[in-house]
Every structure is written in C-alpha cells, then in structure tokens.
Nanobody, 123 residues
Framework: VQLQASGGGLVQTGDSLRLSCAAS????????LGWFRQAPGKEREFVAV????????NYVGSVKGRFTISRDNAKNTVYLQMNSLKPEDTALYYC?????????????????WGQGTLVTVSS
C-alpha cells in the first residue's frame, strides 16, 4: 500500500485543519488506518485509528473530542479532522496502514507508512 498524506499547514490556536491520506496499491478496506505524529525532539505517538469497516475508532486522550478520524473506502482515503488546535498539536503527522482486524495503537503493528505532513499551530 502506498500512502500519501496531505493537508498540513500553519494555523493559529483554535483553528481547524483536515488531513487526508490517499492510498493505492492494495485493497484499501483490508486495512485499519491510523494517524501518528512526531513533534520536534519527541518520540512518535499514536493519535487515532479507524477499523477496516470504519465502525470502530480510537484516540489518544489528548485529542479526544477535538479530532475525528474517518475513512471513505470508495475513495481509498482516510481523514483526520482536527478542531480546536493547540500549539502542542504541532508535529509531523503520518498516516499508516495495519492489516489487523482490530484498532491497533502501537506503531509496530502498522505495516505501511506515508510521508509526513507538517502541522504547525501558533499561539
């Protein structure tokens, strides 16, 4: 699976952004899809994941209620809607695909990774 993330940018505190990740190469619906992020000087962390069917999602606590992950299997695309952005959300955001049926949160369980898209939130 090839993954191409887009939608990052420079925004102010409280603004919204929607990240997209387009997939190609294999059957999109055979993969759980996740978003991870890595801030400067920090380790990569899990942000959100959505199951193969889209029926189950999971989020890291710091983004619950602000971020929403969704997928469109017809368009082979996964989205991350980010609202009420904070400076601590500043990071390089990656999308990733896992062949598991569940909603994994550990990066080692994801087989395919896209390049990052940078999100910068100014205060």
């Amino acid at each position: 699976v090839q993954l191409q993330a887009s939608g990052g940018g420079l925004v102010q505190t409280g603004d919204s952004l929607r990240l997209s990740c387009a997939a190609s190469g294999r059957t999109f619906s055979n993969y759980a899809l996740g978003w991870f992020r890595q801030a400067p000087g920090k380790e990569r962390e899990f942000v959100a994941v959505i199951s193969r069917s889209g029926g189950t999602t999971n989020y890291v606590g710091s983004v619950k209620g602000r971020f929403t992950i969704s997928r469109d299997n017809a368009k082979n695309t996964v989205y991350l809607q980010m609202n009420s952005l904070k400076p601590e959300d500043t990071a390089l955001y990656y999308c990733a695909a896992s062949p598991l049926f569940s909603t994994p949160t550990m990066s080692k369980l994801f087989t395919y990774w896209g390049q990052g898209t940078l999100v910068t939130v100014s205060s």
